[in-house]
Nanobody
Framework: QVQLVESGGGLVQAGGSLRLSCAAS????????KGWFRQAPGKEREFVAA????????YYADSVKGRFTISRDNAKNTVYLQMNSLKPEDTAVYYC???????????????WGQGTQVTVSS
């Protein structure tokens, strides 16, 4: 079992930055791929970024490519999402998820955190 806890969300003006963190506990964190997803009110959950257990494979949604960076520190059991040049359309609840092999579809992930709210004002 893997437990995931997100932090770092908040209110930021357009053009600003935030760094989300996802701390994991339970089974061997380093052997799990991690993904970040988001869900805005009235919309489906969408893929944001994903990283393999080694960090050797990284994927981004087109909407965040060049602005967001996913990274992980297996020694700290933590994965990060650095978000720069934020836009109002980035406003959503952001979720961290884990599975054995990196993927971009939310229904392929086995473990989920509770989410952290990100609000970008215009």
């Amino acid at each position: 079992q893997v437990q995931l806890v997100e932090s770092g969300g908040g209110l930021v003006q357009a053009g600003g930055s935030l760094r989300l963190s996802c701390a994991a506990s339970g089974r061997t964190f380093s052997r799990y791929a991690k993904g970040w997803f988001r869900q805005a009110p009235g919309k489906e959950r969408e893929f944001v970024a994903a990283i393999s257990w080694s960090g050797g494979s990284i994927y981004y949604a087109d909407s965040v490519k060049g602005r967001f960076t996913i990274s992980r520190d297996n020694a700290k059991n933590t994965v990060y999402l650095q978000m720069n040049s934020l836009k109002p359309e980035d406003t959503a609840v952001y979720y961290c998820a884990a599975r054995s092999v990196v993927a971009t579809a939310h229904d392929e992930y086995d473990y989920w955190g509770q989410g952290t709210q990100v609000t970008v004002s215009s």
